[in-house]
């Protein structure tokens, strides 16, 4: 099993803004793990996250396919004009 290395006082990096809301003794270990860590805690679950996910096998498999799925030309997703094999005068007068 892998270790989550946490580098002590690397805090800045590109933020996303994500709204959640965590039990509160996660929020009391986050603080303590960010003050032991010398980091923000923003770094802290940015760090927590991508090591849960890179050990989640499922979802690397998911994630490994979708990308190949979005690589891929989409030549079946482009739109058809619809054929009724009806013309516009006999659409209108079966009415």
Known sequence: M???KLEHGISRIRRAKLQSSID???ADDL??????SNN???YVVNELLRFALTQEEDFQRYKA??????????????????KSGLSPISASTDA
């Not at 603080?31 to 032991?36: G, K, R, T, Y």
């Not at 396919?65 to 997703?77: C, H, K, L, W």
Request: aromatic content about 4%; overall charge neutral; proline content about 9%.
């Open 2 to 4: 892998s270790k989550l």
């Open 24 to 26: 509160q003794t996660i």
């Open 31 to 36: 603080e303590l793990m960010a003050e032991w």
């Open 40 to 42: 923000e805690t923003n």
């Open 65 to 82: 396919s979708a990308a190949t799925n979005a690589s891929r030309p989409a030549a079946s997703a482009k739109p058809s004009p619809a």
